[in-house]
Structure formats: structure tokens, C-alpha cells
């Protein structure tokens, strides 16, 4: 990354996850500049008016340079983060003519949520120098970030990248080998399996489903994940002691978990479930109800837990 | 329930829970008598300091009545709340013991977190009077109540359990079926396991689990429950949409989940962990930065969504 400031930073793509990345930067308290390329040769004023609607309502416009060559776009960049389609051929194509333009000490990230960085970097000469960023959307309110480097993604990328995002007040977390999914939707989504499950069953509705989690985990894993929840239920036993006090419940229900399918039967009865019930959603109201949240968390943090605000992890 | 003020609630047992309960009602803004039976027999003066520790700093001390039998406990009680250890036989006799004394419309709750009202009112006359009450812990802090009710339940002790916790700003979910570990549990469980999975695997450890559910999922989930989410991330094709999106990666999510059982060699790594990285945990300080991430979700409440504040569910 250039020492020297300001940082260019291009963003290739401007779909939901490249404008809400350039929308973090735009109100970072760091001196950036924000390249955008589009891909897919929106209007430069239609993609303005876009990322203006997530800036902060007094923000005055910013200054966003809009590249007509991918070349122009990352010839002076420090960082260049790709936010396109998910299309494997895309991607190695862009690496490969990325590779060619861009500075030797630049920064490359893929925002994919699940193309590893093995396959989008086998047309590049150096693949030592692409990582996986992926972030959790909107990535302009939520701290995570996943870096999931491939088998040759050297060591100083990542170093360099946790840096970056620590610097800017985010939680990156290295994921150590690739794995389908990455960490946080395989966590998600075996939660989502039991809940369609559930559903289908008939024990509960899909908006009874929301109303637990958003009552009872949802603000407890906000505070504490699940493994520091668990120990600290467990008393002076910690987790352990958890597992030995509750153990054959947590064995009996995982045993009796649902192994329902994409695709299968209960997609009928749950989709239209959620149509029914939440319509077309108001995102703009949960995110700004979600930063309520995360400040809540960040204003109590003490300098012995782990922290996105005041950098300790 | 009695319909003149004040209601005496008698809370049976003086563990974890019932202290929990009875501080919640404690600070009510409804009027309410509280009588505790201490299953164990410990000085009264003992469980008064416990209790007292949850409450406000500023609180004067309960006026709570501490009774020596069970039939001076329930004999006037309008809602009994079992909070005793989690055995069944123990639970059997107990519900045999209280229906001879308490009062016949009185409600019936047992809190516990597994046995079901079906197995527990077996020495019962009277099978229909009995509900699982189940709160997610401290039930002080956390909104969430799952009504489990056995097939005799009768309909009447469900309406008048919901109204009371929607009348204390409560969430009561009413869980259709007795299932086992209900459904908060086995959700939270269900994620669990892929959690404890990717640590055994080596893709993270233990911290960064709870780093990535706290920076993500936990916040998220805390405004809007998975299916919420992802109809919303499904755009305008719902949550319908976001299956045609990403039901491949979903679905190689689920085959490639791991299965670990309790009891597995992942218990040593993982329970080292956990140990060496958070020791005893601060529960004051997590239930009150919990308390402060409730208030961020309930000061944003608008009359259309459910909400524990206004009683809209």
C-alpha cells in the first residue's frame, strides 16, 4: 500500500456491495480518493445518485472519479476491489488484465461471496496477490469482514489488508484454508436449515421463527458469540461445563435436526410465508436500526475484549 | 389469573431462573406480590442478597415473602412458576403436590428448558392446567418466552400466559408441538455445531467465531431474524429470490456441514480454547451492554413491525 497519502482506491463494479464499499470510504475519516469502473457502463450520474442515497443525509456529494478504461482505473491505484458479477470466467479475465495495469505493491480483493481465490486467480502470472475480502452487506454498516486467502496468497497481502481494515475501525478475520461458504454464511445458513425445518414441521411460522431470533440469540450474539455465550453459561465450568450439564439435549438436537433441501417441498410453504408477511422490506430502516445496535455495543467496549472500534483482536 | 390487583406470583425454586423471574417482576410497573419457595432450603436472607444483585442499583429492597411449605407457597398464588432442578420425578410430584393446593384458575408454568409439560403433569388430575413457560436466559434481560404447551394443554391457560407477557412487554411465542430442546435452542444449537466443526477443522478458532458472529450475524439478528434477512437480501423476489440467487452455495453449505456428535475429540481444542481465551466470564457486563442493544432495537420500533414494547405482534 502507497505510504503516502491520499490512497486511491478503485472499485470495479458498482452493484450494492461496490457502492456501499464506496460509500465506507467516502465518509471515512481517512484521505482517500474512490475510482469506480463500471462494468457495466451505468451512467456515471445514475451511479452517483445511488451511492448518495447511502452517504449520511447531510453529506455533500463526493468526489468519485469514474474510469472509462479498466486501465485508467487502476494504473495509480493502492487498493482495487473487485464487486462484480459472480461469474468465475469474469473474474479470471479481470485478474489477469488487472494483474498487467496495476502497481507490483497494490492491493487486489474479490468481494465474491463464494468463488475462492484459487480459481479466480489461475490466468494471473503472480497469484500470490489476490485475496478474498468478503464482507457482510452492507459492508458501509456491518464490521466483518472475511479475508480468505488461497494456498498461494502470500502472507504480507494479508498482513498488509488486516491492517487496512483494523486502521478503519473494522473486524477482518482470517479464515485459514478456503472452504465452501466461507465461516459466517455456513454459520448462518445451518441456523437457516433448522428454521425451514422448524417451518415445515409446523411448529412455528417463519415470522415466529424471526421473533425468536430477534428476541432472544440476535441481541446475545450482538454482545457475545455463541461459543463465549455458552461459557459463560456453563458458570466456572466454562464451556465444558456447559456441555456436561446440557450436553445430551445438544446431542438430542442435532440428532433430530432437519436434512431438508434446496428445493424441496417446503419451498412452497415458506416462501410464501415471508411474501406474505414482509412484503417488499424497508432496508434503509434496518440498517440505520442495525448502526443503532452496533453502537450500542461499541459504546460499552472495554479495552480487555475484543473491540472494532479501538482496534483490539 | 385473578383479575384484582395485586397478583401474587409465587416462584418455585431460588436457582439461576427463578431469581431472574422474580427480579423481573420485581420492577414491574404492575403490581405484583412475590412469593418464593426455596426447593433447597436456603436462607432467606442468602437469596434476598442474589436477587437484590440484579436489580437496578438505586432499588430498594423487595418485599418478598418467603414461604416454609409448598401449600403456604401456592395456596393464594394466581400464577405459579416452577423453577426447580431439571428432574423429572422431581417435577412430577411437584405438580401433583400444587394442584392439590392452588387455586383453580391459577396458571401453571414450568420454565423448564427440556422436559416437556406432556411428561411432567403425568401424576396430574388435571393435565390441561399445565405450560411450559420457557425463557431464554436471564429472563430479566432477554424478551423471549416460548410457550410449549403438551397436546392437553388447554387453550385457555395458552391466551391468558400470552396476554400476561404481552402485557409485560414481553415476546411469548407459542410453540405449535412439543419438540425437543423447543426451538430457540435447537436453532442456536443447530449453528453451533458447524461452529465447533470449523474450529476442529482449523479454519478458525474459537475467538474468531464469536468475532464474526458478533460483527455480523448478531446485530443482524437482532433487528431483522434470518427469514426477514434474507427476503430482504432477495430483493423484490423475496426470500424466493435469494434461493434462485444462492441456493447452489446453500445447498453445497448444508452437504458439507459437519456432523460432529458430543462427546468427540473436538471437545479438548475447543473447551482449551474457550477457556484460555475468555476465563470466567463478566455476566453483569454482558447483560448490560444486552440491555443497551434492546433499547437500540426498541427506541426505533414503528407501529407496523413486531414489537415487545408496544405489544404489536
Not at 68 to 82: H, K
Not at 127 to 147: A, C, D, Q
Request: hydrophobic content about 35%; some cysteine.
Amino acid at each position: 500500500m502507497a505510504r503516502t497519502e491520499p490512497v486511491q482506491i478503485t472499485v470495479v463494479g458498482s452493484g450494492t456491495i461496490g457502492l456501499s464499499f464506496a460509500a465506507f470510504y467516502t465518509v471515512s475519516h481517512r484521505y482517500y480518493t474512490i475510482t469506480i469502473y463500471n462494468t457495466r457502463r451505468k451512467p456515471d450520474s445514475y451511479t452517483n445518485s445511488k451511492l448518495l442515497a447511502l452517504l449520511p443525509l447531510d453529506h455533500p456529494t463526493p468526489a468519485i472519479r469514474y474510469a472509462s478504461t479498466l486501465q485508467e482505473a487502476v494504473q495509480n491505484a493502492s487498493i482495487i476491489q473487485e464487486c462484480g458479477p459472480e461469474n468465475l470466467l469474469f473474474k479470471q479475465s479481470l485478474w489477469s488484465e488487472i494483474e498487467r495495469f496495476a502497481p507490483q505493491d497494490a492491493l487486489l480483493w474479490s468481494s465474491t461471496s463464494g468463488i475462492p481465490a484459487s480459481l479466480q486467480s489461475q490466468r494471473m502470472q503472480d497469484k500470490s496477490r489476490l485475496l478474498v475480502v468478503h464482507p457482510y452487506n452492507p459492508p458501509h454498516i456491518m464490521p466483518l469482514l472475511e479475508l480468505v486467502p488461497s494456498a498461494e496468497t502470500c502472507e504480507d497481502v494479508i498482513q498488509r489488508t488486516k491492517q487496512f481494515w483494523v486502521e478503519n475501525g473494522r473486524v477482518p478475520v482470517h479464515i485459514k484454508r478456503e472452504i465452501t461458504g466461507f465461516v459466517a454464511n455456513r454459520l448462518a445458513f445451518a441456523l437457516l436449515r433448522e428454521a425451514i425445518h422448524l417451518v415445515h414441521q409446523g411448529i412455528v411460522s417463519v415470522e415466529e421463527v424471526d421473533n425468536i431470533v430477534e428476541m432472544s440469540m440476535g441481541p446475545r450474539w450482538a454482545v457475545a458469540g455463541p461459543f463465549k455465550s455458552y461459557h459463560a453459561g456453563g458458570g466456572e465450568g466454562g464451556l465444558e461445563g456447559f456441555f456436561r450439564n446440557i450436553g445430551g439435549t445438544v446431542q438430542a438436537c442435532w440428532e433430530d435436526g432437519g436434512r431438508i433441501s434446496v428445493g424441496g417441498e417446503w419451498e412452497k410453504i415458506v416462501f410464501e410465508q415471508a411474501k406474505e408477511i414482509y412484503g417488499v422490506i424497508d432496508i434503509e430502516e434496518r440498517d440505520r436500526i442495525t448502526s443503532k445496535v452496533l453502537e450500542a455495543v461499541r459504546g460499552e467496549c472495554t479495552s480487555q475484549s475484543s473491540c472494532y472500534d479501538c482496534g483490539n483482536m
